[in-house]
T-cell receptor, first 112, second 114 residues
Framework: DAKTTQPPSMDCAEGRAANLPCNHS???????VYWYRQIHSQGPQYIIH???NNETNEMASLIITEDRKSSTLILPHATLRDTAVYYC?????????????FGSGTRLLVRP | EPEVTQTPSHQVTQMGQEVILRCVPI?????FYWYRQILGQKVEFLVS????????KSEIFDDQFSVERPDGSNFTLKIRSTKLEDSAMYFC????????????FGPGTRLTVT
């Protein structure tokens, strides 16, 4: 299964953009990149996903490099409530469904 | 907004005992999963379940583990004879169909084996 590598921790100031990098150099052509976050020990929460193109939704933007070996999650205006562990994930297709392969995550601290 | 629920939120059991963790996936979802997270570690896939059978299981999911959908709403994870190393958060997740992009996770059950 493809692995992801993330920095263990980052911080940013409230109101500024948070840019979280991820390496997934062994990703296969049909495997999606997903981002989830986990606040305290709550269940992981979906943020965004992409295959090749950059994606944006109401929570974040996802920038995927052309060779698909890395990506960056961008929280455009971080708030204190965005303090969480952010997981870069490869979605692996199964015969009848899919599974999420979590990395170690980046602990993001948003400073007041 | 519909959500995945799990009970109990915390289960304490003695080594060697059987435990059943319960989940109620979102009502129109067809694909179900269990993941676990040992304290301080990453979330790990355990098993996926569709059409009343296991689609895939990880190396962690050995003969001590089993899953069941006993009725139209519950999805359970049973550990037959718990070990100390089974202590972890167990998350249930579900998605509607094979192409749906979001797996919805429940709040988790913290299992403590003493």
């Amino acid at each position: 299964d493809a692995k992801t590598t993330q920095p263990p921790s980052m911080d940013c100031a409230e109101g500024r953009a948070a840019n979280l990098p991820c390496n997934h150099s062994t990703i296969s052509g049909n495997e999606y990149v997903y981002w989830y976050r986990q606040i305290h020990s709550q269940g992981p929460q979906y943020i965004i996903h992409g295959l090749k193109n950059n994606e944006t939704n109401e929570m974040a933007s996802l920038i995927i490099t052309e060779d698909r070996k890395s990506s960056t999650l961008i929280l455009p205006h971080a708030t204190l409530r965005d303090t969480a562990v952010y997981y870069c994930i490869v979605r692996v297709s199964l015969d009848s469904s899919y599974k999420l392969i979590f990395g170690s995550g980046t602990r993001l601290l948003v400073r007041p | 907004e519909p959500e995945v629920t799990q009970t109990p939120s915390h289960q304490v059991t003695q080594m060697g005992q059987e435990v059943i963790l319960r989940c109620v996936p979102i009502s129109n979802h067809l694909y179900f999963y269990w993941y676990r997270q040992i304290l301080g570690q990453k979330v790990e896939f355990l098993v996926s379940f569709y059409n009343n059978e296991i689609s895939e299981k990880s190396e962690i999911f050995d003969d001590q583990f089993s899953v069941e959908r006993p009725d139209g709403s519950n999805f359970t994870l049973k550990i037959r004879s718990t070990k100390l190393e089974d202590s972890a958060m167990y998350f249930c997740a579900s998605n509607q169909d094979r192409s749906s992009y979001e797996q919805y996770f429940g709040p988790g059950t913290r299992l403590t084996v003493t």
